[in-house]
């Protein structure tokens, strides 16, 4: 007959298996999802969010002029949001063709705190997407004007750090503060990404750039509000810059086409992400 001695020392040797087992489950998960990431991926696209009102085809001129100037042009992949979370992608990717242009836009692209909120979540829906589409884990990122501030919020709140690998993103007239001027007055905006700033990725490296056709505004976006990025990035990520560029096609809408941020792009994305792959090869 069994022995109620033997029946409880087999449910303690029982609860103890289960007790010890949680924690090794969940490490070996979290070290599944770290090896998925250690693995990059030979597809590492460049990503473009556009500001408010702007559509899919806002950074047509600059992917033109960045096509002329090399032997192997990019793929540019567009995908637009509607308003019921449907997707509509257009474009091909190119033989051989390892930084594709992808752009993300939406169908509700107007101004504002709220619809910024959920461009953001529009955007992590796409992202997802294109990752089951073309398969990559890594990608960097290019937002102008309010697509700054839809790249930040997506990174604070929807980014899967053990899923995905962002080394870079560049910001081009981001207004981190809105309107306001005085960075003693923090607007929603700022509050909240100042708030998730913890969750950035620490090994990001951030460029953020204003134009400035009088040393304090690009025509719609302010200095200020630009560098209030400072509370965001400063001493969060591995590195932050800011630049301002002046001269011609320094105002706001002329800054994805202008000559000065095409050359920032290709020696800070496109080039740097290259002479990184062949250092690890």
């Known amino acids: 007959m069994f022995k109620k001695s033997n029946l409880v020392w087999l449910l303690s040797l029982l609860l103890i298996t289960i007790i010890l087992g949680i924690p090794a489950a969940n490490w070996m998960k979290q070290e599944v999802k770290s090896d998925r990431?250690?693995?990059?991926?030979?597809?590492?696209?460049?990503?473009?969010?556009?500001?408010?009102?702007?559509?899919?085809?806002?950074?047509?001129?600059?992917?033109?002029?960045?096509?002329q100037k090399t032997a192997r042009p990019h793929s540019l992949i567009k995908?637009?949001?509607?308003?019921?979370?449907?997707?509509?992608?257009?474009?091909?990717?190119?033989?051989?063709?390892?930084?594709?242009?992808?752009?993300?836009?939406?169908?509700?692209?107007?101004?504002?705190y709220r619809p910024i909120q959920r461009q953001a979540a529009w955007m992590n829906l796409a992202v997802n997407r294109l990752e089951k589409v073309y398969g990559f884990n890594r990608f960097s990122g290019i937002g102008h004007s309010n697509g700054g501030?839809?790249?930040?919020?997506?990174?604070?709140?929807?980014?899967?750090?053990?899923?995905?690998?962002?080394?870079?993103?560049?910001?081009?007239?981001?207004?981190?503060?809105?309107?306001?001027?005085?960075?003693?007055?923090?607007t929603n905006i700022l509050k909240e990404l100042v708030k998730g700033k913890k969750k950035l990725p620490r090994h990001l490296i951030v460029y953020s750039i204003n134009g400035s056709i009088n040393y304090s505004t690009d025509g719609l976006?302010?200095?200020?509000s630009v560098a209030a990025g400072k509370y965001i990035f400063q001493g969060q990520v591995a590195h932050y810059t800011r630049i301002t560029v002046t001269g011609s096609d320094t105002e706001h809408s002329d800054l994805p086409q202008n000559q000065q941020i095409i050359k920032l792009i290709k020696q800070n994305i496109l080039e740097t992400q290259r002479r990184s792959d062949m250092g690890q090869r």
């Open 79 to 112: 995908v637009t949001v509607e308003r019921n979370n449907q997707m509509h992608i257009s474009g091909k990717l190119l033989a051989h063709d390892h930084r594709p242009f992808m752009v993300i836009a939406f169908a509700d692209n107007a101004d504002g």
């Open 221 to 224: 976006v302010a200095a200020e």
């Open 149 to 186: 501030l839809i790249w930040t919020l997506y990174l604070e709140k929807y980014f899967d750090q053990n899923r995905f690998s962002l080394d870079r993103l560049m910001t081009i007239g981001t207004p981190y503060n809105f309107n306001e001027r005085n960075p003693k007055k923090q």
């Open 37 to 67: 990431a250690a693995h990059r991926s030979s597809l590492d696209p460049v990503i473009m969010v556009p500001g408010s009102s702007a559509t899919q085809n806002r950074f047509d001129s600059f992917v033109k002029i960045i096509n």
